[in-house]
């Protein structure tokens, strides 16, 4: 029979899928002889039973009253006992963090009666009734669904009341009456008693955690980190300790290294006397760690042993959370901390310093996805003129520019407007999540780098200003004021810079990042700061493991060059379509317009020796690597005028109208079509226009020429888009072919061309053994063949309905943005393995959007292609991935 229950010495790090993450580490902790109050965790398994089928599944009571007995013997008390309660924390832990998207309740076992055993052993009647006040507002909220801010109300009654602003100032009669009032609350609200009964609180909050998996937050979350849906949460219950004590007491958040920048020392923020989830939920303003050194010196020290301790053990820098409880220190959580990209990049190098890892590790502790976010721009070092609003906290780099908002639905309604916006609160919380989705930024008056806001905007990757306390934020009055009395509104423009903290008010004009000054050589690494050589180190070394070559999509000279200096390997897509717009779409207008084959000849012939210095520029720009040429494949009606438009302009201008445009309306409504991606595109339209291909072969075989007579090294790839039948191939590869061989006979210089095609339609993925016989080289074109594979129109279906489908959990990411390794991998694998046996050493590379795509390129790593080709700006990240991937 499964276990469901395990006690934390039962477990270790390695059991998050069974414990998450919380219970795994809390274990593993408990195994290191750290001070751990002892506990168990439920499953996972047990949670996705729960919510299956609706109830716990069978055993697991009996297991929990096991495991709750054995707890009371280690700590001679009961749950609830009334001369001397033991209480519980009862807390969702799921395999990945979600910080404050599921639910905690604390306290547990406390009611009317066990109240005073509580007051009796701790000495404190305050404490006590604060205790359980505490406990009927949690389980309110989280167990029973009330509107938290009712009991918050009741609060600031009681505080008003008491003519206070402070919760210091309730007195433990204030609390008693707080918890008849919330009682009240309770009857009202939820139609019926707070339980008073320690194990049916205990059973109920369990439910409540398991039920937190699918809050709309935690949908949410998951979303947007790609967590998967189904895992489901682990419950831990942990026996309580007390940071609400009195001033010898306290609760606090530490790193073993700086989150935001990566340097070694004392990181972390500290509360004296204070419970639970107050630092976490940046109420109120902690103090630096390093004040505990003064506050509690004995408790400093044992921190400070356990936190090398635990980076020793893990080999990796740390987050916790800890309680003292009068002067005795407990350890309350650790996992593997969060951090920004340029602290993961530095910790990775310091670490690889240290000795304590090696290359290989140090790179797969570095993501493409955060070298992404180092290339983002930032602001210029010059900004004379624009007023500093003040300076917060740097709690996730990066420069966001925005109009200020104050509430996450504004934030969600402008953004969905296409306006950049900054979220501003006095601190965040896990309702916020959609709205610091949506917005460029966010900035908070009140809590530290271990705030909700700091915590989930790190990991989001956006950036964040927190506790700037001398902001006065009127989230009521819709107003923010700076110290100099300068007041912001919403709709105002402010810039704020995660690295420093800054805030200004205004738009700060941007600079690109020293990263990308790096890969563009205009910095080397050794002129750059830690973080430049840290990047520079990781990705030799991912250079030298990759088995994938990286090539850019490109289609001009600059974006050639751009994606060389960035460490392309050759160009896996040159679009010529795009070489048709501008001023050439005329010359393209009157190719469709031609009337017959002497004016057809006429217009390509215009159209041919630009397209030749179109290629000769880019050939120039990657000299000595191999360039892909994909022959013109959109339908042509997208380049001439809209249908609309032209019916009007013709129909307005009645028997006036110019000749020319009636002719083009002609031939719009000649070329319309009900699926134009399904219908004449590609291969196709090379075979109904007779020369368009042609004319584009010749400019490249000349362009080739003429490179070589210059002393160049040009080395063409010719393409043939959709491709479905090797029939369509053979025939516009023998047309090519002779083309090919009248240029070099014309010219004298013979300059080797591939002739290979695109896989991007299912077809010909699933003939691919036939397609290999007439093609030298394989690209997919996945986008295409996400589209045909799955029948999503790749320009309606996000727009239309893709959030339901994440919503709903069809799939976890769009399959236009990570390659669906199932479907339209399948059929990848296929005509990999086919194209192969057909052809051996037939090259085989991706072109689609996936590319650039860190899954995805460990996808292409492991079918055995040879490159994958994405946009000049991911080239570096496909570069570390297939470095990663290889590792
Ligand atoms: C593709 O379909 O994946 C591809 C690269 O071609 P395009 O996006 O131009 O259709
Ligand atoms: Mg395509």
Redesign the pocket.
């Known amino acids: 029979m499964a276990k469901f229950v395990y006690d934390f010495t039962e477990g270790n790090k390695d059991l998050k899928d069974l414990l998450g993450g919380k219970g795994a580490n809390l274990a593993e902790m408990t195994n290191l002889g750290l001070p751990v109050p002892p506990g168990f965790t439920i499953t996972t398994e047990a949670c996705r039973h729960y919510l299956e089928h609706g109830g716990f599944p069978d055993g697991l009571e009996d297991e929990v009253d096991r495991h709750l007995a054995e707890l009371e013997r280690t700590m001679g008390k009961r749950l609830g006992q009334s001369d001397d309660p033991l209480l519980v924390s009862v807390r969702s832990g799921a395999k990945f963090s979600m910080p404050g998207m599921m639910e905690t309740v604390l306290n547990v076992g406390l009611n009317d009666e066990s109240v005073h055993g509580l007051a009796a052993q701790a000495g404190d009647e305050r404490f006590a009734w604060d205790s359980y006040r505490r406990l009927v507002q949690m389980f309110g909220g989280t167990v029973l669904g009330i509107d938290g801010e009712l009991f918050e109300d009741a609060v600031e009654d009681a505080k008003k009341a008491r003519g206070t602003k402070d919760d210091v100032d309730l007195t433990a009669e204030d609390f008693k009456d707080l918890v008849e009032r919330f009682k009240g609350i309770v009857r009202e609200q939820a139609g019926r008693e707070f339980p008073t009964d320690p194990r049916e609180q205990m059973d109920l909050a369990v439910r409540a955690v398991f039920d937190s998996w699918n809050a709309d937050r935690a949908i949410l979350y998951r979303r947007q980190e790609r967590i998967p849906v189904d895992l489901g949460t682990a419950v831990n219950i942990c026996s309580m300790v007390f940071g609400n004590l009195g001033m010898d007491s306290g609760t606090g958040v530490a790193f073993t290294r700086d989150p935001a920048s990566g340097q070694q020392g004392i990181y972390g923020d500290y509360l004296q006397n204070a419970q639970g989830e107050d630092v976490v939920a940046g109420i109120r303003n902690t103090v630096p760690l390093t004040e505990l050194e003064r506050l509690d010196r004995t408790s400093y020290d044992q921190l400070l042993q356990i936190m090398e301790k635990l980076e020793n053990h893990y080999l990796d820098m740390c987050d916790i959370e800890f309680t003292i409880e009068r002067g005795k220190l407990w350890m309350l959580q650790t996992r593997v901390g969060k951090r920004t990209a340029a602290a993961a990049f530095r910790i990775a190098c310091q670490l690889l310093d240290q000795g304590l890892i090696d290359a290989d590790e140090a790179a797969r502790r570095v993501k493409g996805d955060q070298l992404a976010q180092l290339m983002f721009p930032r602001f210029t070092s010059t900004i004379d003129g624009i007023t500093k609003l003040t300076r917060g906290m740097n709690a996730s780099p990066g420069a966001a520019v925005g109009k200020v908002v104050f509430t996450s639905e504004r934030a969600v309604e402008l953004a969905e407007r296409g306006e950049d916006v900054i979220l501003v609160r006095r601190e965040t919380n896990p309702d916020d999540l959609a709205g610091m989705m949506a917005a460029q930024g966010v900035l908070t008056s009140r809590g530290g780098k271990t705030s909700h806001a700091a915590v989930v905007a790190r990991g989001m990757g956006k950036t964040c200003v927190c506790g700037a306390e001398e902001l006065d934020v009127d989230v009521k009055a819709g107003r923010v004021t700076a110290p100099d009395g300068t007041t912001v509104t919403e709709g105002d423009v402010i810039s704020i810079d995660g690295s420093s903290g800054d805030v200004f008010l205004g738009e700060v004009p941007v600079e690109d990042s020293p990263v990308v000054r790096y890969f563009e050589g205009g910095l080397t690494a050794a002129d750059g700061d830690d973080l430049v050589k840290a990047v520079d180190r990781l990705m030799r070394h991912a250079d030298e493991r990759a088995a994938l070559a990286v090539r850019a999509?490109a289609d001009n000279p600059e974006d050639s060059a751009r994606a060389r200096r960035f460490g392309a390997r050759g160009i896996g897509?040159c679009?010529t379509e795009h070489m048709f717009l501008g001023d050439r779409r005329r010359l393209v207008e009157t190719l469709i317009l031609a009337e017959d084959d002497a004016g057809r000849r006429a217009a390509l012939d215009d159209l041919e020796p630009l397209q030749r210095s179109d290629f000769e520029g880019i050939f120039e720009a990657m000299d000595g690597q191999p360039v892909t040429i994909?022959l013109i494949?959109p339908p042509l009606h997208e380049f001439l005028p809209d249908l609309t438009e032209l019916s009007v302009k013709v129909a307005l201008a009645g028997d006036g109208a110019d000749p020319r445009d009636r002719s083009l309306l002609e031939a719009v409504n000649r070329l319309h079509e009900q699926n134009p991606m399904l219908g004449l595109r590609g291969v196709r339209l090379g075979l109904v226009i007779p020369g368009l291909f042609g004319m584009q072969v010749r400019a490249i075989a000349e362009a080739a020429a003429a490179r070589r007579a210059a002393g160049g090294d040009p080395r063409p790839e010719i393409m043939i888009?959709l491709v479905g039948a090797v029939q369509e191939l053979e025939a516009v590869r023998d047309e090519a072919r002779e083309i090919l061989a009248a240029v070099a006979a014309e010219t004298g210089v013979d300059v080797p061309a591939l002739i290979g095609t695109?896989i991007?339609l299912p077809r010909a993925a699933l003939t691919a053994g036939q397609i290999a016989e007439a093609a030298e080289f394989f690209s997919?074109?996945?986008?295409?063949?996400t589209q045909t594979t799955w029948g999503f129109s790749r320009d309606d279906v996000e727009a239309a309905f893709f959030s339901r489908y994440l919503e709903l959990g069809i799939f976890g990411v769009s399959p236009f943005e990570t390659l669906d390794r199932d479907g339209v991998g399948r059929l990848v694998r296929i005509a990999a393995q086919e194209g192969r046996r057909a052809r051996p050493g037939l090259k085989l590379g991706i072109?689609?959007?996936h590319g650039g795509d860190p899954d995805s390129v460990h996808f292409c790593h492991e079918v055995g292609l040879d490159y994958v080709s994405c946009s000049p700006f991911r080239v570096p990240v496909a570069r570390l991935e297939a470095g990663r991937a290889a590792i």
């Open positions: 999509n897509l679009r994909r494949d888009p695109m991007e997919f074109g996945t986008n295409d063949l072109c689609g959007e």
